[in-house]
């Protein structure tokens, strides 16, 4: 058995090229390794039932020379003065033993790890691990949870149980560590501690957990959190290389800082344990961060009274387009100024899983036009996967295509291919613009901007997942079949600047989108120009 782990961990380190990263970014993508792993564990208990048998086998041989051995060693002589059993004797060491010598050689591992080998340029890399950490660590603070809810699995719309170790959170803890992101790493560590302090068992040393934690702490400005860690540590571990060392550092820091504040005793640590709220998040690039996750969570959404009763519902017939005469679209207004619609029955489950199957072959992970170089690259605030999908794929595209046109009255000829999009754990898509802002922009020569979009849902979110619209406060979820329109430009031609929206992240759940980018060039009768710049 000794041998086959060395093997497998051998076997593990051959296989573990990066060959296919960012699986992490599609939930679409990953259940394919839901399956994957089921055929290796099939392939595992295959092994060991062979390994069993073979045992039994071993077993078997050496009970029965046990018993032999026993006779003949008490009267070696009298033993072999019987004819049979002096042949015997030379036939089992010429023959027998040679027998057993070969199936003790034996090796039923090889099945697995050609298993292994053939799954292997299958499975995630290390990026795929750092990026599903990061992205519970998106979620932890776009809906305000604590590490314990993940750790313990208290998230809103599970369906299945899944808890975090000592280890696992020790884990989450370091990444957060190695990155300097030590706002994180506090709470990460603190959870592995607390875990670890009520009992549960972990391979991951204590005096481990209190290196990092202490440490992070301090770089959190908390000196005298940082003393009581270090000194627990020292408990724990009086040789350690750095405990000591750090330990009189923070206190030459705090001593100095009471010094310069003219106090001369340290107040009580704080002995409560460390939540969301007790450190500052550090601020980043996006300025309105707390708006955008406040709408994520459905706060501060701007749905007024007066607001609500200008939203109305109607059947919408695309200005009496034949197709849609005897089955109107059901349309409901989402907000009014600037005017989003949603459009129920948009799709059917049928259409949908066409889609769905159409795209997962072609599923690349998600990109954003640099804003300086115009290049298409991949950005960490658009964490997802899409495929292009063109009419003549299927006749399912083209109907779609064909149903877009007659609902919005707007020519989709010159609009983009119908993007399929599928958000991974965490999947999101920070706040930005549909339109492009460059007015030089060669994509724009041909078609001309982003004149409107049309976004289908296709399928409903547990938790998370919504679309939301910072600036002036709406959130419209996802709902299974439906689609939402809005234009993204006036009809002068302007960019709307209030569309700026985004795609929260998805907590629990798989989201599927498809979106339609339509072009202003062959809109000009269709929507003509305003007068106004703002019409």
């Not at 060991?48 to 045992?55: G, Q, S, V």
């Not at 015997?88 to 010429?94: G, T």
């Not at 049928?350 to 115009?374: C, M, N, Q, S, Y």
Request: proline share 4%; net charge negative.
């Amino acid at each position: 058995m000794a041998a086959f782990l060395a093997l497998t961990l051998l076997t593990l380190s051959i296989f573990s090229s990066p060959t296919q990263a960012e699986i992490f970014t599609s939930i679409g993508q990953m259940t394919d390794l839901i399956f994957t792993e089921r055929e290796l564990v099939k392939s595992l208990k295959e092994y060991i039932e062979a390994e069993e048998l073979k045992l039994e086998a071993v077993k078997s041989w050496a009970n029965k020379l046990d018993t032999l051995t026993h006779a003949s060693t008490s009267d070696p002589e009298g033993f072999l003065a019987h004819p049979v059993n002096a042949y015997k004797l030379m036939k089992r060491l010429n023959t027998e033993w040679s027998e057993l010598e070969s199936l003790v050689l034996q090796d039923p591992s090889d099945g697995f790890i050609s298993n292994m080998s053939v799954h292997r340029q299958y499975f995630p890399d290390e990026e795929d691990e750092k990026g599903a950490a990061k992205a519970l660590m998106r979620l932890q603070d776009t809906y305000k949870l604590d590490s314990e809810s993940f750790s313990k699995g208290k998230l809103p719309g599970v369906r299945y149980n899944a808890l975090l170790t000592v280890d696992d959170c020790f884990d989450m803890g370091k990444l957060a560590y190695n990155e300097n992101d030590y706002y994180h790493a506090v709470l990460w560590m603190q959870q592995a501690l607390r875990q670890m302090d009520s009992g549960e068992d972990a391979k991951t040393p204590k005096a481990d957990i209190l290196d990092y934690l202490s440490y992070s702490v301090y770089q959190m400005g908390d000196l005298p959190r940082a003393i009581e860690l270090t000194r627990r540590l020292v408990a724990i571990d009086p040789s350690h290389q750095r405990a000591g060392g750090n330990l009189r550092y923070f206190e030459r820091m705090l001593s100095k800082e009471l010094r310069d504040m003219g106090r001369s005793q340290q107040e009580l640590t704080d002995e409560r344990p460390i939540q969301l709220d007790t450190y500052e998040r550090p601020k980043d690039y996006l300025p309105e961060r707390e708006v955008y996750e406040a709408l994520c969570r459905g706060e501060g959404i701007k749905m007024t009274v007066k607001r609500r009763s200008r939203l109305f519902c109607r059947y919408q017939d695309g200005n009496r387009n034949p197709r849609l005469l005897l089955k109107p679209m059901k349309e409901e207004d989402e907000w009014d100024s600037p005017h989003i619609v949603r459009f129920l029955e948009a799709l059917s489950d049928e259409e949908i899983e066409k889609i769905k199957e159409l795209a997962k072959p072609k599923l690349a992970r998600a990109t954003v036009r640099d804003p300086k170089t115009g290049i298409l690259t991949v950005a960490n605030y658009r964490v997802s996967k899409s495929a292009w999908l063109e009419g003549e794929d299927d006749p399912v595209i083209a109907r779609v295509n064909q149903r877009i046109e007659d609902i919005t009255g707007l020519t989709v000829d010159t609009a983009e291919l119908l993007q399929v999009a599928n958000y991974g754990v965490g999947g999101q898509y920070e706040p930005h613009y549909d339109f492009s802002r460059r007015p030089f922009d060669s994509n724009l020569k041909v078609d001309g901007n982003r004149l409107a979009t049309y976004l289908n849902y296709m399928s409903d979110v547990e938790a998370g997942g919504a679309t939301v619209f910072p600036d002036f406060g709406a959130a419209i979820w996802p709902r299974k079949g439906t689609a939402v329109f809005w234009y993204n430009l006036f009809k002068s031609g302007e960019g709307d600047y209030r569309t700026r929206h985004a795609a929260c992240p998805v907590l629990v759940g798989s989201k599927w989108v498809s979106n339609k980018w339509i072009h202003e060039r062959g809109q000009e009768f269709r929507r003509p120009c305003g007068l106004t710049e703002v019409d």
